[in-house]
């Protein structure tokens, strides 16, 4: 690509190239002749932090997710022995199993990533029908009745030890972020897929 010389209308003493096949970095070179170099290093230093601020946001939802899978699989296995005392690494071990079993699915099962995700939306949906429809008829069916309109909207109880009632409604509403990154990362899965 050719070059040319351009002089900084700055400074003539200082004297700079940039491509002249109208490429970006030509673009570049007349923006910062034109004397906002400073401004467009603050703006695209800003740009930078806040994309990886973005992927790092983006990359712990699945990280979470297996986390709570690992942590579920070793709970559940404890639930149907009572004699294991489950450990740190036990979890740990589990997160592990869990995201290689996940790599190996994504690269040696892929053709069978439209019947997972098919699986996974069938669940998903049956969950929310079955849940409802136990909270809805368990009062009734075991005699303790339904709760007042004034204890489900009005009344607030923090038994969790923390002092600040707003905090802990956050903790509690930060339960709904990881539902609401299952249907996303599925969806980005699906517009990986290959067909």
Known sequence: ???????????????????SAGSVTAD?????????????ERN????SIIAFAITAGNTWVPLGGTIIVAAQTVSMYAAFHPEFVALQWHVFVSFLVVTW???????????L???????????TISGVFITIVVCAAMPAVNGSGYATNAFVWRNWVNSTGYSSD???FLLGMLNGAFSVGTPDVTTHMAEEIPR
Request: aromatic fraction near 14%; hydrophobic fraction near 45%.
């Open 101 to 111: 079993v996940s790599c190996a699915i994504a690269v040696f099962a892929n053709r």
């Open 44 to 47: 695209f230093g800003l740009m």
């Open 113 to 123: 990533m439209p019947l997972f995700e098919s699986l996974g939306g069938f669940c």
């Open 1 to 19: 690509m050719a070059q040319a010389a351009v002089g900084n209308p700055s400074s003539e003493k200082e004297p700079f190239s940039f491509p």
């Open 28 to 40: 570049d070179g007349l923006i910062n002749a034109s004397g906002y170099r400073q401004e467009l």
């Open 166 to 168: 707003g905090f802990v």
